[in-house]
Nanobody, 120 residues
Framework: QVQLVESGGGLVQPGGSLRLSCAVS????????MGWYRQAPGKERELVAV???????NYADSLKGRFTISRDNAKNTVYLHMNSLKPEDTAVYYC??????????????WGQGTQVTVSS
């Protein structure tokens, strides 16, 4: 069982920055896709950024230029750098990993989420 643990959330003023971390209990080098999603109150979970293995990074159109996903394979950690934060970025942010399992296919793993609140 792969475990994902997010950290780095908190309260930040509009225009501020945060860096979220996602520590993974397995080798993220083996993951097919690593990504971040978010869910605001009363809304569905939405994609923030995904990083396919050997593929191009995809961002939600509304977040391009403000958010950056990165990874440290040696630490099995994925990061989400968030700049110029807005109140509408307030949400629970979830880390996601997709691993290909023999005989199963692609399996999703999720972290427990970390709250990001943007408010003055």
């Amino acid at each position: 069982q792969v475990q994902l643990v997010e950290s780095g959330g908190g309260l930040v003023q509009p225009g501020g920055s945060l860096r979220l971390s996602c520590a993974v209990s397995a080798s993220i080098f083996e993951a097919n896709v690593m990504g971040w999603y978010r869910q605001a109150p009363g809304k569905e979970r939405e994609l923030v950024a995904v990083m396919p293995s050997g593929g191009s990074i995809n961002y939600a159109d509304s977040l391009k230029g403000r958010f950056t996903i990165s990874r440290d394979n040696a630490k099995n950690t994925v990061y989400l750098h968030m700049n110029s934060l807005k109140p509408e970025d307030t949400a629970v942010y979830y880390c996601n990993a997709k691993f290909s399992l023999l005989g199963y296919g692609l399996k999703d793993y999720w972290g427990q989420g970390t709250q990001v609140t943007v408010s003055s």
